[in-house]
Nanobody
Framework: QVQLVESGGGLVQAGGSLRLSCAAT????????MGWYRQVPGKERELVAT??????NYAESVKGRFTVSRDYARNMVYLQMDSLKPEDTAVYYC?????WGQGTQVTVSS
């Protein structure tokens, strides 16, 4: 059974950076996408970025600012977030197929 645990959220000023980490336990396949979604109250959870061995995928709103990466040997996925904007404020969730982490809050102040 796969379990995901996120870390690295927090409060940052606009223009700043944060790095999220997600540690996975269980059977993880590198060719299957793993990545990040986010959600704000009252809105649906949305894709941020995902990563597999042969492809990465980004939401248009974060292209050029966020970078997703994986350490396949350690079953980790990361999200480097630069040039953060107040609209990036959300709970960020790690995802692998149907499994979700508990979420980590990211707050960007203006």
């Amino acid at each position: 059974q796969v379990q995901l645990v996120e870390s690295g959220g927090g409060l940052v000023q606009a223009g700043g950076s944060l790095r999220l980490s997600c540690a996975a336990t269980g059977t993880i396949f590198g060719h299957v996408a793993m990545g990040w979604y986010r959600q704000v109250p009252g809105k649906e959870r949305e894709l941020v970025a995902t990563c597999a061995r042969t492809r990465t995928n980004y939401a248009e709103s974060v292209k050029g600012r966020f970078t997703v990466s994986r350490d396949y040997a350690r079953n980790m996925v990361y999200l480097q977030m630069d040039s953060l904007k107040p609209e990036d404020t959300a709970v960020y969730y790690c995802n692998y197929i149907l499994t979700w982490g508990q979420g980590t809050q990211v707050t960007v102040s203006s």
